[in-house]
């Protein structure tokens, strides 16, 4: 399928916004993302689109994985989001396995408040930090 000038463009601009996306904001992009896979994939799901379904909960598979690999462990709370992440990504491959819609939906009631708590937190790291003066 070839891309349009419009798809490249979208493509270029989000290149540019993850390029220089600080890291609180790009963990947010990626909850953010996570989520959208997930209420894809249920829509899909619905529909009976299971490749459809299948490639939403691959891919937030992997948004999970990143997510889980960027877990540094001097947080305390790490080893806990470890096991949440661990046990998401299990729901997700039964959701899609076993075309399990209500799979889809815990994986999603799991995703919403946690991808909320990191935008608050973000927004409150965001708030707390100096901003460069402009030089000029």
């Known amino acids: 399928m070839a891309l349009t000038s419009l798809d490249r463009a979208k493509q270029q601009y989000l290149e540019q916004q993850v390029a ?4 609180e904001r790009l963990l947010t992009l990626l909850y953010d993302r ?7 994939a249920a829509t899909a799901q619905d529909a009976e689109d299971w490749p459809g379904a299948g490639t939403h909960l691959t891919h937030a598979q992997w948004i999970v994985a990143e997510l889980n690999g960027s877990l540094t462990d001097v947080w305390d ?4 989001l470890r096991g949440v992440y661990t046990y998401l990504t299990g729901r ?3 959701a899609n396995i076993s ?5 889809t939906g815990e994986c999603r ?3 919403a408040p ?3 708590a990191w935008h608050e937190a973000a ?11 402009a030089i000029g």
């Not at 709370?77 to 806990?80: D, F, N, P």
């Not at 075309?99 to 799979?103: E, I, K, L, P, S």
């Open 20 to 23: 220089s996306a600080t890291p």
């Open 34 to 40: 996570l989520l959208v896979d997930i209420d894809r």
């Open 77 to 80: 709370g790490a080893e806990e």
């Open 92 to 94: 997700l491959i039964t």
């Open 99 to 103: 075309r399990d819609r209500a799979a």
């Open 109 to 111: 009631e799991l995703v």
């Open 114 to 116: 946690l991808r909320e």
């Open 123 to 133: 927004a409150l790291t965001a708030a707390s930090t100096p901003r460069a003066s």
